[in-house]
């Protein structure tokens, strides 16, 4: 696991995350912005970028915020975020997410736990514990900045291999949204004492 973030680290996690989550916010809004969008995080107290290299290679990342209500106004005003809105009106799904993401502002109402909204692993090295020590690393890194527990979203399915995932990681599932006209759970992992850190 690798905590050393230049722009040639920072611009491979970009990557890794446009060809993995096409379909996020962040990659409907270019290749350009989410580059942007990885230099900011790398920059900031509340968000937490973890890695993991092959050799020179990033293979695998993570992102945790303690602070998910705010991100997307943060990037509002720190990136270019703005001038890519026209983009919206060209692409409905962008469109959706947008209008969600205005709309939701956060999932959890007493805000009190960090979300890990992003991980993902190159798909030549899935199957082989990259995801798990992962979201080992990101717990350790929840319990090191001082919280019990994290939560993140996914869908609602528990034969969908990313909810069995967290499932085999002891995430439980503390209520439901409606995102993108799906429904999505949100899972919980509480840490209870330093076994619990993997
Ligand atoms: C979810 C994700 C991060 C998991 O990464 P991963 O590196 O494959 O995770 P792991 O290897 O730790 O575990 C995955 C499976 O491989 C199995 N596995 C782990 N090591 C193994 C090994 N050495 N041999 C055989 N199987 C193994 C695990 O038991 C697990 O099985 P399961 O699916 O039945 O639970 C990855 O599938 C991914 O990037 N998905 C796309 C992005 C995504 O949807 N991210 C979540 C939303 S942001």
């Not at 230049?6 to 409907?28: M, T, Y």
């Not at 790398?42 to 990342?61: F, K, N, P, S």
């Not at 990313?162 to 439980?172: E, L, Q």
């Amino acid at each position: 696991m690798s905590s050393a973030f230049d722009d040639g680290v920072l611009d491979q996690l970009a990557e890794l995350h446009l060809s993995i989550l096409p379909d996020s916010l962040i990659s409907l809004l270019g290749a350009r912005f989410v580059r942007q969008f990885y230099r900011y995080v790398a920059g900031t107290r509340t968000e937490h970028l973890g890695l993991e290299l092959q050799g020179d290679h990033v293979i695998g990342g993570y992102l945790l915020t303690e602070a998910p209500n705010t991100l997307f106004w943060r990037l509002l005003f720190t990136t270019d975020l703005v001038l890519r809105a026209p983009l919206a009106l060209v692409s409905p799904p962008l469109l959706r997410a947008i209008v969600e993401k205005v709309k939701s502002k956060g999932t959890r109402q007493d805000n009190t736990l960090p979300e890990l909204l992003l991980i993902y692993v190159a798909e030549s090295h899935r199957k082989k514990g990259v995801g798990m020590r992962l979201l080992n690393d990101c717990t350790a890194r929840v319990r090191s900045i001082g919280y019990f527990g994290y939560y993140v979203r996914t869908y609602d399915d528990p034969n969908d291999a990313t909810h069995r995932f967290y499932n085999r990681a002891t995430f439980v599932r503390t209520g439901t949204i409606v995102h993108g006209g799906r429904p999505m759970a949100i899972l919980e992992k509480q840490i209870l004492d330093s076994t619990e850190l993997g």
